[in-house]
């Protein structure tokens, strides 16, 4: 409890300590304020005591005031003369009692700096600056005209390449302010020099070949990537009725000329097959070359017994009657199956041997409705089963889509070759990185004291230890005083942990020693 009670108290004195200082600053800013308009008014009360004494070598006539008058002011202007002198006197006592107050303000800081423990520096981390943590606005610059000052992340690569100051300036301090938005302990820091390529490069055209000075090119081959149309399989089920054709199913196919004329209309055109002669002149007793093209007609048209042998027969190499049957009769076959088959209740409707004599003209009309069934079930991706009695439809769907892949081709390409620039250190094309410079330190951004003078920068990542390390801070200024090139360059990192941290990892400690004790 008593340890508590003395880490509230010590964080109660820091928030006044920190309010003290804000209150100071904001004192002293009047102050000076009140010092600029009090050495105008010397100013001024000089001139008058000039004129003053003029008027007393004045004659009579010539004097606008009595000379009792004139005395009178010019005693009124001593008193005041010597009020100002004795004001600016307690002043002066006045700001060397500040410049003790703020030494004695290093030595609490000393005090406070010995409070730093050695498991404070193990536990020391790089604070963020170059992943990103410590955000671009919390990133400033004595001139930050190019907003390179959010470069200055170390190990970065961007455009900038880091910090970018201005040319020297005597008299002119430069720095590159880093604000935590949070108190931390400090105990190292991080520099590095600007980031650039490794020379220049060029692109230049090798030898010129062939008249009017073409350029000259070589054959690669090299794998690309290409959108592709590739064919896909899609298994696919659906519910159905049974199959019809111009509203007619399996089950109520007839010997209607007409309706032979209406349901095989639907998948071909009788003009390109008859050209002007009426379908119903050759229904009646169809000829067996009318039937031949039509079958043929309506599978090219439907792809309905393509696999089939009898879809590969041409009528010049039928010799005889038995082969016109036995084709008849392959069609009539391959029909009854497309449409459920003889166990579904699809009966044979004609015979080959009938149809081929012309005797069956009725039957005739029956089997080419049942063609023109299974035609349109070949059509529709429609199984036998669901034909003739409908239900679950299990089919498979050919789509195309578009595939992305990686394929070698061949390509032609310019010849060049690399020329590359070499560049010495320290010149103009060379590495750009601060040498020396000075870490100064703040709480509110306005009063800043100096925690060390740092030599033997260099381009590469270097890492330079704060002794004693900052105990309290929260902006952080890099100070450069000696660099390479025109204009100082830089990309840094702070190494501490934040004080919050600190003070929630020493209770945490203390309740798991607390535990331990209880157990």
Known sequence: MREDAARGLRMIVRQLNKKRIEVNSVIAEEREKLFAVMEQGKVIMKFVDMEISKCGGLSTEDKVFEQGEIDDMGSVLKSAFSKMDDFFEAQKELRLGMEDEEGGKKEDNLEESMDISESDMNTARVLGVGSGKILNKQMTASNDGEGTSSSARLNCRTKAGGWIGEEEEEGKEQYLQIDMKRHAIVTSVMTQGLFVDDGHVK???????????????????????????????????????????????????????????????????WPTLLKSTPPEKLLGRPPVRFLFDLIHLLSRTSKFGQDQPWSKVEWGNIQNKHEKIEFMDGVIRSCVTACGGEANGVNIPARGADIVTGQEGGNTNTFLQLMGIASSATMNNIGPDTVCLGGENKYVEVVEEMVEETVEEEVEIEVVEEVKEEVEGGGEGGPKFVKEFKIMFSLDGKVFEEAGEFSDGINEAKTFTLTPPIPNVRFLRFVPKKWTGAKPCMRVDIVGLYRDERENAKVSQRSAGGVEETS
């Open 203 to 269: 692109r230049v055209s090798l030898s010129i070949t062939g008249r009017g000075g073409d350029k000259k090119f070589k054959t690669e081959t090299r794998k690309v990537k290409r959108q592709i149309k590739k064919q896909k399989s899609i298994n696919k089920v659906e519910m159905v009725p049974p199959h019809s054709v111009f509203n007619v199913t399996v089950k109520q196919i007839n010997d209607d000329l007409t309706q032979t004329k209406e349901m095989l209309g639907t998948m071909i055109s």
